[in-house]
């Protein structure tokens, strides 16, 4: 069996979500594209870079308008809060990685690793990375997922009217509830949301590129009966796997059937988790397979504008009728969720919430946070405003591409209201969702503050540094300081920071 510490280091890239040009990371919470749409490129370059954008968007959607997002971000909360509790000031460079000295940092460690068997669970993993953890007593959790257990999230939620029953729930004696362990495996992998996130999300980017595709033809006067674009080949690898479960039970290749898988994988990640339900996770995989399976007696063999949203918006009303009666665990995910949003999170408007969260100093001098996580709370008001945009037009969260393929203004338009509150077009390239001020230099601090305290537990110095590179081309000034207080002045922090500017320089 692999050590624990390579399987973290496995699991170091798939806490982003990505297509070839471009990824979403929820740990910096911002999107990033390899390049800009340059002057300069050609036409196949900049469609192939607006697939990509729209492939990343589609991500962000998923991540701030699903419920498998905002457990993951509840997850990483947690986690960072677990190595906070460690005395960070007293690291020296030879004290990195955590992990290689579990023994002194036993406490906060292990029920990081912990939070981090109940991640892989959840969001898909390779199953020897889960094995490893679960034979060495850090095992997935649940009682510090459900809501009001941490601070943060009992003050956010304070307001629902909820809160008493809930409580009940917590206080009852069998009040603790352990996450199931039951999976579907592909191939050795365990399916879980991240092959539900990249599956929908490439398949917007490949009807992006299809569309393109069609509109050069047309242009060029080519006959009609000589099109063809092979919409299996962008399904390999991790992109394919939920595609690839849900062919064996609707094998119509049809555009209502993508609509359909799309439906599928946005009904799976909406499906019983905290911290809206203080109830066992479901595991996304299994539930998708269910969703796939009722789907299977759905008819798909009919004509649809893929580039058309009210089509798109009245085939998931079909599809929704269809599923209804098909056991509690569908009801719940078809009919509860957005009570459960308006209850708990309704109160959160993102332009309100956006002068909350932090007192800016002005220039030169880092923003302060107002309170702890914060960060946290601009992020739970844009699930709030996704759920408001769900219930408006529900095909602009599960099947994008046809909004933005109809009317990109629109498109735009919406999508402003729940953006990232960083882009990044290429390296040095660092654009802010808000002209609030200080509201790019609090973000890119809050971004370096997590990576580090992440980083911390499975990297050294040399590569946590490496990590942190990006940054310092952006703003080197600005990661000094966060890392010097993100360590608590820690010898460390000096190391990483030499490190980290080598990197930047190509050193």
Known sequence: MRSRLKSHLTEVSPTAFHSGLGRVDPVAVRLELARDLREDTTHEERVALLAALLHERHHWLQHVGTNAGLFGTLLLEFQTGMVEQIPLEELRAGDLPLLAHEKRFAGPLGRWERFEATRRLFFGCRRGDLDVLVAAGRGPLWDELAPLTAEAMG???????RVREYRAFLEAPDGHLPVTTDMLEVNRWSVGARHLMEGAARQSETHRLLKAAIDGHRDAGAPAGKFAFDLSRPRTGVYGVARTVFDQFVG?????????????????????????????????????AHVAQRLGGFRFDRALDFTDPAAARALIAELTEHLRGGGPDLSLALDVRRRMVESFLGHLRPDEVAGQIFTDRGAGRLPVPTGPSSRLRYLLALTAEAERVRARAPEFLVFPSASFMADRAAFRETFGRIAPPLVAYGPGDLRAS??????????LATGVHYEVLRGLVMLDARALGAGLAPYVRVAGGLVRTVLTGALRGAPVAGVIWRHAEAAAEGR
Do not use: H, K
């Not at 003050?155 to 009217?161: F, N, Y």
């Not at 808000?434 to 973000?443: I, S, T």
């Open 155 to 161: 003050s956010l939620l304070a307001r629902s009217p």
């Open 252 to 288: 119509t290749p049809t555009a209502a059937a993508d609509v359909g898988f799309a439906y599928a994988c946005d009904l799976a990640l909406n499906a019983c988790a905290p911290p809206l339900y203080p109830f066992v996770p479901v595991n996304p995989g299994m539930f998708f």
């Open 434 to 443: 808000r002209r609030d001020p200080g509201w790019a230099e609090f973000f």
